[in-house]
């Protein structure tokens, strides 16, 4: 490529920059001018301040921009604060091209302002469906956004369908499942972790729309069922939509002695510890996303990933309504555990796929954007 563009990344949780980081190294090895926009829950002391291990994994080559904190449990409040402080973070850093991930407002308000600056676009793991608000901001970042990176056909189809030029669609598949370590580092993280096993994961996140009682109640009467399972449970911190200290609060009644509690872990941690979990359980897209590729069982609670195992025809992918129903395939999965498969991701192959795909084309798009018969 002659000319390189200068390009940057928006993160706003440990999941959404899980997804980036691959690509981030990636543009770091082609000696990029990269600048990283960092926000929302990275900056949140309670959901867990990732600053440190950010820069461990980049400590040249990437220009990091720290957002300050804001007002997480007013969305209008925090969304208007994005929109300037991204607006001068593009200005400022001089970006020529913007990589945005997924389906979260910080997604939306960085979109929001490169397409009102005339910056290219492009959306990373387009075409998915997410439930709730996500939904439908997801689908507008497309609208937004001329180039695309979708983790299968069925989203690439769904990204046609919202009127977008095959040709600008790239398929890749999950990017950070290629973190996951080697067999031996997963057998010192799980011992790191004074994990007993057997173990199951639980990731649970607010229901956007709920009142903050609904809420507790909610996320109470799944702690309840799950108490009664004789397992021990791997509690990680919730995303920061609006409801969650009502669910950090909850986690209060576990007796301690049943919970291993984590606020923020790096991918190849978490992965790592889901690899080798008896089963995932809450309402996380990472029963939807990671926990297929590596085989773990999963079961989602509500509404929160509603409809989004359409494409995958999984059996071991369970969407329940009652937390009694969680608890049992909960206990089930205990009782007929799984052969846990180390099989290698090489990141060499998905490097090779990026190759294909991050062209001198690939950057220079047509602005003037038309619905695509």
């Given at each position: 490529m002659n000319s390189k563009p200068r390009i940057a990344f928006v993160t706003s949780c440990r999941s959404d920059f899980a997804k980036l980081r691959p690509y981030i190294g990636y543009f770091v090895k082609k000696h990029f001018s990269i600048s990283l926009f960092v926000t929302s829950m990275h900056v949140n002391a309670q959901l867990?301040?990732?600053?440190?291990?950010?820069?461990?994994?980049?400590p040249t080559g990437v220009q990091f921009c720290?957002?300050?904190?804001?007002?997480?449990?007013?969305?209008?409040?925090?969304?208007?604060?994005?929109?300037?402080?991204?607006?001068?973070?593009?200005?400022?850093?001089?970006?020529?091209?913007?990589?945005?991930?997924?389906?979260?407002?910080?997604?939306?308000?960085?979109?929001?302002?490169?397409a009102l600056h005339q910056i290219p676009i492009c959306q990373i793991e387009a075409g998915d469906i997410s439930g709730n608000i996500d939904e439908s901001f997801r689908h507008a970042i497309t609208k937004l956004s001329h180039r695309f990176l979708v983790d299968n056909d069925v989203a690439k189809h769904r990204v046609e369908r919202l009127g977008e030029d095959p040709k600008s669609i790239f398929l890749t598949e999950s990017s950070s499942i290629y973190l996951l370590p080697s067999d031996r580092i997963q057998r010192q993280i799980v011992r790191n972790f004074h994990l007993e096993q057997p173990y199951a994961v639980l990731l649970y996140h607010p229901e956007t729309g709920l009142t903050d009682s609904k809420q507790y109640r909610q996320i109470y009467s799944l702690i309840k069922a799950l108490k009664n399972v004789p397992i021990q449970y791997l509690v990680l911190a919730p995303n920061n939509d609006p409801g969650y200290p009502e669910i950090l609060r909850a986690y209060e009644e576990f007796p301690p002695s049943q919970i291993v509690r984590a606020t923020s872990l790096p991918c190849e941690i978490y992965l790592t510890l889901l690899n080798r979990a008896v089963c995932l359980v809450g309402n996380s897209s990472s029963s939807i996303k990671d926990a297929p590729c590596l085989g773990v069982p999963s079961i989602t609670l509500g509404n929160r990933q509603y409809k989004r195992e359409a494409g995958l025809r999984l059996r071991s992918y369970k969407n329940v309504s009652?937390?009694?129903?969680?608890?049992?395939?909960?206990?089930?999965?205990?009782?007929?555990?799984?052969?846990i498969e180390n099989k290698p991701f090489y990141l060499k192959s998905f490097e090779k796929r990026l190759n294909d795909i991050f062209t001198a084309d690939f950057f220079r798009p047509d602005l003037q954007k038309h619905f695509h018969e």
């Open positions: 867990g301040c990732t600053r440190e291990e950010m820069l461990s994994y980049f720290w957002d300050e904190s804001f007002p997480q449990q007013q969305p209008l409040a925090a969304l208007a604060h994005l929109l300037t402080s991204i607006e001068n973070f593009l200005t400022q850093q001089h970006i020529q091209f913007l990589f945005v991930h997924g389906d979260r407002m910080e997604a939306f308000a960085a979109a929001t302002a490169a009652t937390a009694k129903e969680a608890a049992k395939w909960v206990n089930w999965f205990l009782h007929h555990p799984r052969k």
